[in-house]
Nanobody, 124 residues
């Protein structure tokens, strides 16, 4: 089992920045990749970004490319999501997820473990 705990959400004005963190614990050696997803009220959970756990390859949704950056610190078992130039449409609950493979899946079903989520609200 892998446990994931997100933090760093909050309220920010449009154009501002936030950094989300996700700490992994448990069987972290089984992690192949980590991802961030987001879900706005009444909408599906959408892929945001993913990173290989033991490498550097990353992948981003088109909607956040150039504004968001995913990174990690393996020594701290932590993955980050730096979000810049935030827009009101970025408002959602953000979830950290882990998968055992290294395919950088963009589908929620591809991930085995999930955090509880952290809320991000961007005001206009």
């Amino acid at each position: 089992q892998v446990q994931l705990v997100e933090s760093g959400g909050g309220l920010v004005q449009a154009g501002g920045s936030l950094r989300l963190s996700c700490i992994a614990s448990g069987r972290t050696f089984s992690i192949g990749a980590m991802g961030w997803f987001r879900q706005a009220p009444g909408k599906e959970r959408d892929f945001v970004a993913a990173i290989i756990w033991s490498g550097s390859r990353t992948y981003y949704a088109d909607s956040v490319k150039g504004r968001f950056t995913i990174s990690k610190d393996n020594a701290k078992n932590t993955v980050y999501l730096q979000m810049n130039s935030l827009k009101p449409e970025d408002t959602a609950d953000y979830y950290c997820a882990a998968e055992g493979s290294t395919v950088l899946s963009t589908k929620a079903v591809g991930y085995d473990y999930w955090g509880q989520g952290t809320q991000v609200t961007v005001s206009s």
